[in-house]
């Protein structure tokens, strides 16, 4: 469990937490060769940001498209009432829906972004009919379709410092 205190970083885990978000496949030894430092230190400077939260896993991207799923939206919902369970229950359902690819609670007018995937129009509305707008907690949802997604870095800058 991460530690509850915000993480600080110094600039060896800002550096590692870097290089790893260029190859995430780095082997140890060649990580420790690229910021300078022992494979042991590596390994415990590893395991600390992965204790405190900092790193939270390691992934694959996969291009939707050419893998047959070419149509994604974020879909804007918003919760007839606003109580604890409502919400709770919405937020442990949404993500193991088929197709959901991230939920953002957020504030203002909306409480949740969903951004999905479908193979086609039809199957991106099926999804709305059966999940949102056939469930008593959801009262309006909003679909935008995403023309093109684009993987960001901005991040990065942010880190440096």
Excluded: C
Aim: hydrophobic content about 45%; glycine content about 6%; proline content about 4%.
């Amino acid at each position: 469990m991460p530690d509850s205190k915000i993480p600080e970083l110094d600039a060896l885990d800002r550096r590692l937490v870097l290089a790893l978000s260029r190859n995430s496949r780095i082997t140890g030894s060649a990580l420790a060769a690229e910021l300078g430092v022992a494979e042991s230190t590596v390994s415990l400077r590893l395991k600390s940001l992965q204790r405190r939260g900092v790193i939270t896993g390691y992934r694959l991207d996969v291009d939707l498209a050419a893998a047959g799923i070419p149509l994604q939206a974020l879909i804007a919902v918003r919760l007839a009432k606003h109580s604890r369970a409502q919400i709770d229950a919405f937020r442990a359902a949404a993500p193991h829906w088929p197709g959901v690819l991230r939920l953002f609670h957020t504030a203002g007018a909306d409480d949740y972004l969903l951004h999905v995937a479908a193979r086609d129009s039809g199957e991106l509305r099926d999804f709305v009919l059966e999940y949102l707008t056939g469930d008593p907690a959801v009262s309006h949802t909003q679909t935008s379709l995403i023309f093109e997604n684009a993987t960001a870095d901005g991040w990065q800058e942010l880190l440096r410092g």
